[in-house]
């Protein structure tokens, strides 16, 4: 089966139900994208379908033929995303396990909303979980990332 | 500066013919009685926790032991010995040292990293430095107190003369650890004190990072493990026919610990667990349960707790009948749930090696387990020779998460078993319901608590009874206030539900029922719980400050109407903290935490952001395990098991916060771990100061209360 995954063109052999976070993760080797829970509890396993954030552990196979895959690998090259760039200088990460999830959760949130409010980020961003607490930097790298993404509408 | 004589059972200078050539220097600094190891290593042997290498090309390498879990020791670590190295924090590059036998023993917990490396690692920064200060001068044909070390470089004061440290170490390499060496003044510090960033971010932002489930090698199985769900229980029958029909499934078998199905990926082996068919034989535990535990040990008499601690005459106070305060607290068994499940990969090499990554607390305790595991194996003729203890190499990953549940090596074994019967490497993956089901678990506690008020409303007797299983009475015996007449007490009552350390160990459950009861007495009595801790920790100055600190910075006492707060304080692992939480009260969803105050004394500040980070996820720790999440024993078994039934706290849900550092010259404390115990305390007060009514059971449902 065909699928694209981060802007190629990929072929995989595997069953049409075998859940994305799988494919990724064993079949090829994208381990950036996390098991946490298998049922779409956890956000751990977040990629971006489309552009709109899906649970990669009960999203099939089947369901993402002909649909463009953006997983972490796939920001950018060199950490130079505005939304990485700012979990850096936010030093957001604390064990980093949740972060790919919740980096694409907010990537997909300001790709919607160019300024997001308190609401809106809590709306976007309420079940993607992380144990070592990095909510309350999470909120503010959302914030600071907008703003830059902004500043750089306007130039 | 002031000067030290290098103990040489902690630092020794490496031939480059070990590591490459450069200058290579070991340190040891030992290991506290807690997480010694009897056998690991042996006394004269030198077993380094850390290695300097300064190679001829100029690139300054640490290699640390610690396992990283999202506490900093990869920065923090190298930041105390590039202080004294004098070389550019940019220039340094941090390595994960993976464990080779001969090194001894290794163990993340008790935040312990910092307390134990803050001599040692400065000081062999500082030995490092000395040598090549003297190859310096050597070079230079200058006496060594003519010569300085700069960024870098040594150099000759006078002339302005410098040579890299590059072009210095293969002579430094050959001079002998010096006698005397010198350390740096607190207010000479550059690179401790900074918040500089983490060096182990930017892979964490960008998919790169390996965690023990990122393990990828050529051939590799996958497996996972079906534990029997009563605890102690045993398999009676299994048919793993429907199992083996799946495409996918390689193989179906029993280990010690629960049936394994090993696939070809971990999703077809997660569907084969599933289409097992099991018939258990729950043994002795099957109808054990956790609320008959807690009556358990409500119905315990105090009497028969064990003194450990006692002061003055309590029992005559308490008994003549002035005003007496009384109490049962009761705190559930809390479960670990790191992001990453339990995992180990694990592979028994042609060449007759056995090679294991692991994220683990404790490399050693990994080490130790494969080395039993294995060679049980062998005593019971299952696997060809497997020899001596080189033949094992432990290669500790990132680990998502540990809280404490890394310490114990459960999955290491498990791995080993299954990885023996499989030419290939075999990674061992978790799901997360084995994970929530199969814990070493935060004790259920029930502290017993009486205390007596003397006529202006100040205690002046009280007895404290902690009771679960494998408990401790730490941080409470004695207490830190001055209460005339104390008696701490303790019952230990086994059960048969795994126990181990959890986040805060002993402080989180004896923090709450400690800091609870003093705001219910200070409530009957009429006083101010703010002046009254002040006031009884005359002998405790810097857990006043911090309470002090977080008081001012909070409001205290706050505007009564819609604001409530309440403040709890507590020592643990060598730092003092005391927490603020204000309640407020909204049309939309009742009482909720509006903000948390934090105030932090942990000594010698070594990077500010990294303990802000700390104190953020350690207040969002206890939050959860305050406001949300209980584990339930019914029939021997773990009623929950994923995040839709043992939730977690979500960002919506987390309050705002404020984390302010007292910063002093006393030793650096542990950051880790010291947040967590005064937040529920903090919370059941403020809930106190609300509603007038205490909190007797955790977690509480702030929903639930009317006002
Ligand atoms: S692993 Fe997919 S939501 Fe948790
Ligand atoms: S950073 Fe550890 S789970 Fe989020």
Redesign the pocket.
């Known amino acids: 089966m065909q699928i694209r995954i981060n802007g190629s063109s990929i072929t995989v052999d595997a069953p049409e139900d075998m859940p994305l976070l799988w494919v990724l993760r064993d079949l090829l080797n994208l381990t950036g994208t996390k098991y ?1 829970c298998g049922m779409g509890a956890c956000g ?1 396993c977040t990629v971006l379908l489309d552009g709109e954030p899906v649970r990669s552990c009960i999203t099939v196979l089947a369901d993402v033929q002909d649909k463009e895959i953006l997983t972490i690998e796939g920001l950018s090259k060199d950490n130079s995303h505005p939304v990485q760039q700012s979990w850096l200088e936010l030093q ?8 790919s999830g ?1 980096i694409l959760s907010a990537v997909a949130l300001l790709n919607e909303t160019s300024d997001p409010d308190d609401e809106e980020i809590n709306a976007a961003m309420s079940d993607v ?6 909510y309350p930097r999470i909120r503010k790298a959302i914030k600071h990332a907008a703003k830059t993404l902004r500043k750089g509408e306007e130039t | 500066m002031k000067s030290f004589h290098p103990d040489r059972r902690k630092f020794l200078k490496l031939s480059s013919a070990v590591m490459g050539s450069g200058l290579i220097l070991g340190m040891n600094w030992g290991c506290s009685a807690e997480d010694q190891n009897p056998g690991s290593s042996s006394a004269n042997s030198f077993s380094p926790n850390a290695w300097l290498v300064i190679d001829d090309k100029g690139s300054v390498t640490i290699f640390v032991a610690e396992s990283e ?2 506490q900093g020791p990869y920065t923090l670590m190298p930041m105390l010995l590039a202080e004294e190295l004098e070389v550019e924090w940019k220039d340094i590059v941090v390595k994960h040292a993976s464990l080779d036998p001969a090194y001894g023993y290794q163990a993340t917990g008790g935040s312990a990293s910092i307390r134990k490396g803050w001599s040692t690692l400065r000081e062999a920064g500082a030995i490092a430095r000395e040598i090549l200060l003297q190859a310096g001068a050597a070079s230079m044909q200058a006496a060594t107190a003519e010569c300085k070390a700069e960024q870098g470089k040594i150099i000759h004061i006078a002339s302005g003369r410098k040579i890299p440290y590059r072009e210095l170490v293969n002579a430094a390499a050959k001079l002998p650890i010096p006698e005397k060496a010198r350390l740096k003044e607190l207010h000479e510090f550059v690179i401790i004190g900074q918040s500089i960033p983490r060096t182990d971010i930017p892979e ?1 932002i960008n998919g790169k990072a390996r965690f023990g489930m990122d393990i990828k090698l050529p051939d590799m199985l996958y497996a996972t493990i079906t534990h029997c769900p009563v605890f102690g229980g045993s398999i009676q029958h299994v048919d793993a026919s429907r199992t083996k029909k799946i495409k996918g499934v390689i193989d179906v078998f029993e280990i010690d610990e629960g049936i394994v199905v090993v696939a070809s990926d971990t999703w077809t082996a997660f569907k084969g667990k599933d289409a097992l068919e099991i018939t258990w034989n729950p043994g002795k535990n099957a109808t054990l349960s956790s609320s008959q535990i807690a009556d358990r040990l409500k119905n315990l008499p105090p009497e028969q707790g064990e003194i450990t601690w006692q002061e003055g005459d309590s029992g005559a106070i308490l008994s003549s009948g002035k005003t007496i305060v009384q109490a049962d607290y009761i705190q559930p068994l809390q479960a670990h749930i ?3 499940t339990m995992n180990c990969t694990a592979h028994f090499r042609d060449d007759g090696k056995l090679q294991i990554w692991v994220p683990t607390q404790s490399p050693s305790k990994a080490y130790e387990t494969a080395k039993l595991t294995s060679q049980s194996i062998i005593k019971r003729g299952l696997n060809k020779l497997f020899g001596s203890d080189d033949d094992i190499e432990i290669q500790t990953t990132l680990l ?2 540990g809280f404490g549940r890394r310490l114990k090596q459960d999955f290491v074994s498990q791995a080993v078993q299954i990885a023996q019967r499989f030419k290939q490497p075999v990674q061992l993956v978790w799901t997360r319901e084995e994970d929530v089901q199969h814990d070493f678990y935060h004790p259920l506690t029930v502290h017993k608590m009486r205390g007596a008020l003397d006529k202006n409303g100040l205690p002046t007797a009280w007895e404290l009874l902690v009771s679960g299983s494998k408990i401790s009475a730490s941080g409470i015996s004695p207490p830190p206030y001055a209460i005339p007449n104390t008696r701490v007490m303790i019952k230990n009552v086994g059960e048969a539900i795994p126990r181990g350390p959890w986040r805060s160990v002993f402080a989180h459950y004896n923090a709450f029922a400690m800091e609870h009861f003093l705001d219910e007495m200070a409530h009957a009595g009429k006083q101010d719980p703010l002046d009254l801790r002040i006031r009884l920790l005359e002998k405790h100055p810097r857990l006043q400050k911090a309470l002090q600190a977080a008081a001012t910075s909070a409001g205290w006492p706050g505007k009564a109407g819609s604001s409530y707060l309440g403040i709890a304080a507590f020592s643990s692992f060598g730092s003092h903290v005391a927490e603020v939480v204000e309640l407020r009260r909204s049309e939309k969803q009742g009482l909720a935490v509006h903000k948390v105050t934090c105030a932090i004394d942990c000594g010698v500040v070594i990077n500010p952001d990294i303990v802000k980070q700390q104190m953020e ?1 350690s207040i969002i720790y206890a939050l959860t395990a305050a406001l949300k999440s209980k584990i339930t024993v019914r029939n021997g078994q773990v009623e929950q098991s994923n995040f839709h039934n043992y939730p977690i706290l979500k960002i919506d849900e987390t309050p705002e916060m404020e984390v302010i550092i007292l910063s002093n010259e006393e030793e650096p404390g542990g950051i880790g771990e010291p947040g967590v115990p005064p937040l529920a305390p903090a919370l059941a007060n403020a809930v106190l100061a609300a509603t007038g009514k205490p909190v007797r059971e955790l977690p509480v449902n702030l929903s639930a209360i009317k006002l």
Do not use: A
């Open positions: 946490g751990s957001v990460p604390q064990c980093g396990y949740c972060q919740q979980l992380c144990r070592c607490g990095t | 879990m999202g964490k790191p992001l990453e998502g998460g996820g």
